[in-house]
Nanobody
Framework: QVQLVESGGGLVQAGGSLRLACAASGRTTGTYTMGWFRQAPGKEREFVASISWSGGAAYYAGSVKGRFTISRDSAKNTMYLQINSLKPEDTAVYYC????????????WGQGTQVTVSS
């Protein structure tokens, strides 16, 4: 089993920055693909970014590309999401997730951290 705990959310003004963290415990996630998702009020949960187990490949949703940066520190079993140039439409609960090798779906999820961007 893997437990994921997000942190770093908060209330920021538009144009500001935040750094979210996702700490993994339990089984090591060294070989897992890790990802960030978000869910805004009244909307479906959407993909934000993902990173390969080696950290060598990262993918982003078009709406965040150029503003968000995903990274991971395997030694600390922690993943990060640097969010810059925040917009009110970035307001959502941000979730981290882990996907075991060979699987198409993420099978471990955190509880989420709230990001609120004021205009």
């Amino acid at each position: 089993q893997v437990q994921l705990v997000e942190s770093g959310g908060g209330l920021v003004q538009a144009g500001g920055s935040l750094r979210l963290a996702c700490a993994a415990s339990g089984r090591t996630t060294g070989t897992y693909t890790m990802g960030w998702f978000r869910q805004a009020p009244g909307k479906e949960r959407e993909f934000v970014a993902s990173i390969s187990w080696s950290g060598g490949a990262a993918y982003y949703a078009g709406s965040v590309k150029g503003r968000f940066t995903i990274s991971r520190d395997s030694a600390k079993n922690t993943m990060y999401l640097q969010i810059n140039s925040l917009k009110p439409e970035d307001t959502a609960v941000y979730y981290c997730a882990a996907r075991r090798p060979g699987l198409l779906k993420y099978d471990y999820w955190g509880q989420g951290t709230q990001v609120t961007v004021s205009s």
